[in-house]
Every structure is written in structure tokens, then in C-alpha cells.
């Protein structure tokens, strides 16, 4: 998945470009955040997700991992 000998970038840079935005969700009415973003690495690796909650001016209410 991420080339261990590849030296021109660190690993951190390796791994965000394997980073997917998968599902989009906008919540306008009644919620605690206004939006969620979940990323992934894709199925083919892991069933987890990271998905970052916003407020509606952007504002990061929480990151979690969810499966």
C-alpha cells in the first residue's frame, strides 16, 4: 500500500494521499454538527472510517473511527 523505500516523501505524506473522502453529509436541521466527512483507506484494507464533524461555520466538533 505505501512504498516503504520511496524517500522523497515522508510516510505521513505517503499515507494522506491513500486518504479518500467517501460520503459527504449535511445536517442543517437539529443536530449537534452541521456536517460530516468520513474518510477511508479503502474496503480492500480496513472497515474503518475517520469522520470529522463541523460546525456550520467549519468548525471542528469531533474526529472519531468508526467501523
Same mark, same amino acid.
Request: no cysteine; proline share 3%.
Given at each position: 500500500?505505501?512504498?516503504?523505500?520511496?524517500?522523497? &516523501?515522508?510516510?505521513? %505524506?505517503?499515507?494522506?494521499?491513500?486518504? &479518500?473522502? #467517501?460520503?459527504?453529509?449535511?445536517?442543517? %436541521?437539529?443536530?449537534?454538527?452541521?456536517?460530516?466527512?468520513?474518510?477511508?483507506?479503502?474496503?480492500?484494507?480496513?472497515?474503518?472510517?475517520?469522520?470529522? %464533524?463541523?460546525? &456550520?461555520?467549519? &468548525? #471542528?466538533?469531533? #474526529?472519531?473511527?468508526?467501523?
Amino acid at each position: 500500500m505505501i512504498d516503504a523505500n520511496d524517500k522523497t &516523501k515522508s510516510d505521513e %505524506q505517503k499515507l494522506f494521499e491513500k486518504v &479518500k473522502l #467517501i460520503r459527504v453529509g449535511i445536517f442543517p %436541521q437539529d443536530n449537534p454538527y452541521y456536517g460530516v466527512f468520513d474518510y477511508s483507506i479503502g474496503v480492500n484494507y480496513t472497515q474503518y472510517l475517520i469522520s470529522i %464533524q463541523v460546525d &456550520k461555520t467549519g &468548525k #471542528i466538533i469531533d #474526529i472519531t473511527m468508526e467501523s
